[in-house]
């Protein structure tokens, strides 16, 4: 896995904010984090690849966790269900990291790893956010590792029902310094939306994870 240039900015200090709330309605409703994948839920595998972070923040209704990640400080969007972007803002209430990585809690195969890449991404000179670009070159705006700032700063100030993207409103991963473009595998940009999401990511949980070519450009 390429993470990057020599100069990097470690960002070491950091906090994780999962986004776990929503109605899934293209699940039917269920619970989307208490879905399993390989043995564990999706909000588990997403904790469990943001062990390292110094808070760990769950915007959603409380859960039984699996006992390696229990500590982590629950809060709800306001209103409940009010969408990503009520739910950043709510988290960010808890945040005191200059950085932050923000994660739906439907990516079953985000890594230690792959958030390494993102923090040393977002640490580079004049960037403001790193975000995961899958293959077919589009960004997973809730996989993403932000400059805590920044990222306040972008916010609108009525965020309730407002989409992710807004956040990057004139940022694109391919123009200016702003936003850095991490790129991975199909596999690893999976978020699970819907049925068939699910039945891939189980299928992908039962086979071993080959060397990902993820780098920053």
């Not at 990640?69 to 988290?91: F, K, Q, S, Y």
């Not at 580079?124 to 899958?134: I, K, N």
Request: glycine fraction near 10%; include cysteine; proline fraction near 7%.
């Amino acid at each position: 896995m390429t993470v990057g240039r020599p100069g990097d900015v470690d960002t070491g200090d950091w906090s994780a904010l999962i986004c776990a709330g929503g109605a899934a309605r293209r699940l039917g409703g269920r619970d989307k984090p208490a879905v399993v994948v390989g043995g564990a839920t999706l909000l588990d595998r997403v904790l469990a690849a943001t062990v390292a972070a110094r808070r760990r923040i769950v915007v959603g209704p409380r859960r039984d966790l699996a006992g390696s990640a229990t500590t982590v400080h629950w809060c709800r969007e306001d209103p409940p269900g009010g969408g990503p972007l009520a739910a950043i803002a709510a988290g960010l209430v808890a945040v005191d990291t200059a950085f932050v990585a923000v994660l739906a809690a439907d990516l079953p195969f985000v890594t230690e790893d792959v958030l390494r890449a993102l923090r040393r991404a977002a640490g580079e000179p004049g960037v403001d956010v790193a975000v995961l670009v899958d293959p077919a070159g589009r960004a997973q705006y809730l996989a993403a590792v932000w400059r805590t700032a920044r990222l306040r700063a972008a916010l609108p100030a009525d965020p309730a029902g407002a989409p992710v993207r807004a956040l990057f409103a004139g940022r694109t991963p391919s123009t200016g310094r702003e936003v850095a473009a991490v790129h991975a595998d199909a596999r690893t940009c999976l978020d699970c939306d819907d049925d068939a999401d699910v039945a891939r990511a189980r299928g992908w949980a039962t086979q071993p994870i080959r060397p990902g070519p993820a780098s920053s450009r």
